[in-house]
């Protein structure tokens, strides 16, 4: 009798072990899964930043009562909110005009504000960022948009191609995505593109980047070319 008690006794005690450890090692593979083992897994789809570029004391180019920070800003949140609806991780820089800094002089400003930038980036683990801008230039006969990608990135330039065919469709321009040699794009560890959006030193393009219905095309297109990469 005696000897069957000690049995079962043992048997009970391997029974208790065995569920004790189940426990402690359920808890130690939910610590793996969200913990800092497997911190990609926790924080689910890629993030993708979007950047209107300028903003604040910094208005980028400027024609009249046209400032560059305006647009690039409208276009920006458009393409947020697209993506958003497709249900893709997003991220701004700005949501408003704002300084991203506190710099008194414009041109140290800039250089700060592209800092900024670039922190956010990092500091947010985003996947990929793209930065929105208009371009401007002493030829007023150039146009067009154009996307610009790191000269030594895969991604950056197979994300650059995506959105500059889609914005093909939207302008009939003839430029190309090309290497380009901007901080933003030299400076973070993710896959980035700048994206002008035509020249407001150009009469055409000042017209059109004017327009809430071409604004919006332009978001459309971004947004595409993002989602082919993704």
Not at 6 to 13: A, D, S, Y
Not at 77 to 99: A, C, F, G, P, W
Request: hydrophobic share 35%; net charge positive.
């Amino acid at each position: 009798m005696f000897l069957i008690l000690r049995k079962k006794r043992i048997f009970l005690v391997f029974i208790l072990a065995t569920f004790m450890l189940a426990v402690i090692f359920s808890g130690f593979g939910s610590y793996l899964y969200y913990g800092k083992v497997a911190p990609v897994l926790a924080q689910g789809k890629p993030l993708i930043l979007i950047d209107p570029g300028h903003g604040g004391r910094d208005p980028g180019a400027v024609y009249q009562n046209i400032y560059e920070k305006d647009i690039n800003l409208d276009v920006a949140k458009q393409v947020e909110k697209i993506l958003k609806e497709k249900k893709y991780r997003v991220s701004m820089t700005r949501t408003k005009d704002t300084n991203l800094v506190n710099w008194k002089d414009r041109g140290s400003y800039q250089r700060a504000s592209l800092i900024e930038r670039a922190r956010i980036a990092e500091k947010r683990n985003a996947r990929y960022l793209i930065s929105i801008h208009c371009n401007s230039d002493n030829n007023s006969n150039y146009s067009g948009p154009q996307t610009f990608y790191h000269s030594q990135s895969v991604s950056g330039k197979r994300l650059a191609e995506a959105i500059q065919e889609e914005l093909k469709k939207v302008n009939n321009t003839k430029r190309q995505a090309i290497p380009g040699d901007y901080f933003l794009i030299n400076n973070t560890s993710c896959t980035a593109v700048i994206v002008e959006l035509g020249y407001l030193s150009n009469a055409g393009d000042r017209l059109i980047l004017c327009s809430p219905e071409y604004k919006r095309k332009l978001a459309e297109a971004i947004a595409k070319g993002v989602e082919k990469c993704l």
